[in-house]
């Protein structure tokens, strides 16, 4: 029976100074050749596109931000992160407003960020969002 050497102090150092970029590495998730690592979600405001991107009942997926920007019928915005709630993977197919995660399938309805099949159960986290000289806006302190 052979003994496992002790750690090192420099080999827990450098796990602990690992661990918070590992958090990171639950997007890491791919689905062939546009998966992949998925980007944080906005920390600041973003210029997404033109306000008339967004069609009344309708939604658009902003890949580069990982956000989707629905409109309801009365002209109002809301935008949430497409990050799914599960495993971190970036959603990146919109069908309608039906968000679908390439990872595990779970997919998320645009208008509301409410999950509408598992496996996920949380909801899509909700992003402030703002109209500025024609062009939306999202993310913190939008």
Do not use: W
């Amino acid at each position: 029976m052979s003994a496992r050497p002790a750690a090192t102090r420099r080999t827990v150092l450098r796990g602990a100074a690992l661990t918070p970029v590992a958090g990171l590495g639950l997007a890491a998730c791919s689905s062939g050749g546009d998966g992949g690592a998925a980007s944080a979600t906005p920390t600041a405001p973003v210029s997404l596109g033109s306000e008339n991107e967004v069609p009344k009942g309708g939604a658009k997926l902003y890949r580069d931000a990982n956000v989707v920007v629905s409109r309801s019928a009365d002209g109002s915005l809301k935008a949430y992160s497409t990050i799914c709630t599960h495993a971190g993977c970036a959603i990146n197919k919109l069908s309608g407003t039906t968000l679908v995660c390439p990872c595990h399938g779970s997919q998320f309805d645009a208008v509301s960020g409410k999950v509408v099949q598992a496996p996920a159960t949380e909801p899509l986290s909700e992003l402030p969002v703002e109209v500025k000289n024609g062009r939306i806006v999202a993310g913190p302190a939008a």
